[in-house]
């Protein structure tokens, strides 16, 4: 079956400190994996794309991760702004597109 | 931001009631994907437009049906609204044979 989990669920952090989001999938078969920034009531918007042969991609202080072998990914959100608060969205390109429930991110001062 | 854009941006109905969503795709994207969120959840597929032909459908009732126009324009239309129907609708339009989809800010029903 064509899953895409990703965790925590939800995570509190400080600003200005680092977090780690994860997101496990078993797509076949596979094409990318994109990480969405959802602010609420509003619609996804695309942090990173990777592909296959891709293991790393940055966008700012965003840095996505692709293990393919494990069929792993994780975003990593480096000096966390308030503004980062949002859900976080893993979508996987295989014969259609799979979304992960989302983790929620709260950066609070 | 996305060159995408949906219409109403809040909608209450009853339930029973009919409801007509419109999104406004990027001129070129000939596909366009329709999504209903839950509070909480990721976007659950509800189907998806090719030149104006419906060609893909998630787990979704006939009550929840489409339109794709030639100016780019789609319409999600459900039939019948219940409680459950209540989330935030989501088109996605992208250029078909690419992977890059671009999302409106979606239209947040409530079903009373």
């Known amino acids: 079956k064509n899953q895409v989990e990703q965790s925590p669920q939800s995570l509190i952090i400080l600003e200005g400190k680092n977090c780690t989001l994860q997101c496990n999938y078993t797509v076949s078969p596979f094409s990318n994996l994109r990480w969405y920034k959802q602010d609420t009531g509003r619609g996804p918007v695309s942090l990173t794309i990777m592909t296959f042969s891709e293991n790393t991609k940055s966008n700012g202080r965003y840095t996505a991760t692709l293990d393919a072998d494990t069929k792993q990914s994780s975003l990593h959100i480096t000096a966390s702004q308030l503004s980062d608060s949002a859900s976080y969205i893993c979508?996987?390109?295989?014969?259609?597109?799979?979304f992960g429930t989302g983790t929620s991110l709260t950066v609070i001062p | 931001e996305t060159g995408v854009t949906q219409s109403p941006t809040h909608l209450i109905k009853t339930r029973g009631q009919q409801v007509t969503l419109r999104c406004s795709s990027q001129s070129g994207h000939n596909t366009v994907s329709w999504y209903q969120q839950a509070l909480g959840q990721g976007p659950q597929f509800i189907f998806q437009?090719?030149?104006?032909?419906?060609?893909g459908r998630g787990n979704f009732p006939p009550r929840f049906s489409g339109l794709q126009f030639p100016n780019y324009s789609s319409e999600l239309n459900v039939n019948a609204l219940e409680l459950d129907d209540s989330a935030l609708y989501l088109c996605?339009?992208?250029?078909?044979?690419?992977?890059?989809?671009?999302f409106g800010p979606g239209t947040r029903l409530t079903v009373l």
């Open positions: 996605a339009s992208r250029l078909q044979g690419t992977d890059t989809q671009y």
């Open positions: 437009y090719y030149r104006e032909e419906e060609n």
């Open positions: 979508v996987v390109t295989g014969n259609q597109f799979y």
